[in-house]
T-cell receptor, first 112, second 115 residues
Framework: RKEVEQDPGPFNVPEGATVAFNCTYSNSASQSFFWYRQDCRKEPKLLMSVYSSGNEDGRFTAQLNRASQYISLLIRDSKLSDSATYLCVVPRTSGSARQLTFGSGTQLTVLP | NAGVMQNPRHLVRRRGQEARLRCSPMKGHSHVYWYRQLPEEGLKFMVYLQKENIIDESGMPKERFSAEFPKEGPSILRIQQVVRGDSAAYFC?????????????FGPGTRLLVL
């Protein structure tokens, strides 16, 4: 099992739609999680941190289910500017705790 | 407050040449990380450094790759005798030194093309 697995996508949704991405992780000891977004040929940018059961920031909601080792990202009222690749990220808990493990990403395209 | 800076942004090398990639962390950050993103793939951890120390190099290829973060100046990722398979985007990230602070902020990357 991969350390971090994501929906492969791509997701093509109309403006205003609600879309959800899933991510599973293999290390049950992981305590914190991140969602980054990466635009084409750009660097990853932090979108949300998740330390407890979930986090909400405007149109974005992240939920964590520790029992199922599952994280989700919900985007409501999608905008054209939300088009990007969304990366599920889990810090490694053994050895260097600061090493981030990235999922392969889920590509989202919001259509006009 | 300037973000993480990397240079050059684009680098073209011929097979067998050396590539030097530079990274200046955000002000106040003393932890630097290097990641590599191969075409159509996710980011992979390479190395984690603090000033003058390599903390974790478990993701570094065994040969030709080295990294340093001197007391003064930027962190350097050095690739000797480059091969076509080294063509990738190399991202540097930095984080504060506060205990428990895991958020990493990424620079714009250096895109290396080996001809």
């Amino acid at each position: 099992r991969k350390e971090v697995e994501q929906d492969p996508g791509p997701f093509n949704v109309p403006e205003g739609a609600t879309v959800a991405f899933n991510c599973t992780y293999s290390n049950s000891a992981s305590q914190s999680f991140f969602w980054y977004r990466q635009d084409c040929r750009k660097e990853p940018k932090l979108l949300m941190s998740v330390y407890s059961s979930g986090n909400e920031d405007g149109r974005f909601t992240a939920q964590l289910n520790r029992a199922s080792q599952y994280i989700s990202l919900l985007i409501r009222d999608s905008k054209l500017s939300d088009s990007a690749t969304y990366l599920c990220v889990v810090p490694r808990t053994s050895g260097s705790a600061r090493q981030l493990t990235f999922g392969s990403g889920t590509q989202l395209t919001v259509l006009p | 407050n300037a973000g993480v800076m990397q240079n050059p942004r684009h680098l073209v090398r011929r097979r067998g040449q050396e590539a030097r990639l530079r990274c200046s962390p955000m002000k106040g950050h003393s932890h630097v990380y290097w990641y590599r993103q191969l075409p159509e793939e996710g980011l992979k951890f390479m190395v984690y450094l603090q000033k003058e120390n390599i903390i974790d190099e478990s993701g570094m290829p065994k040969e030709r790759f080295s990294a340093e973060f001197p007391k003064e100046g930027p962190s350097i990722l050095r690739i000797q005798q480059v091969v076509r398979g080294d063509s990738a985007a190399y991202f540097c990230a930095s984080s504060p030194s506060r205990a428990g602070e895991e958020t990493q902020y990424f620079g714009p990357g250096t895109r290396l093309l080996v001809l």
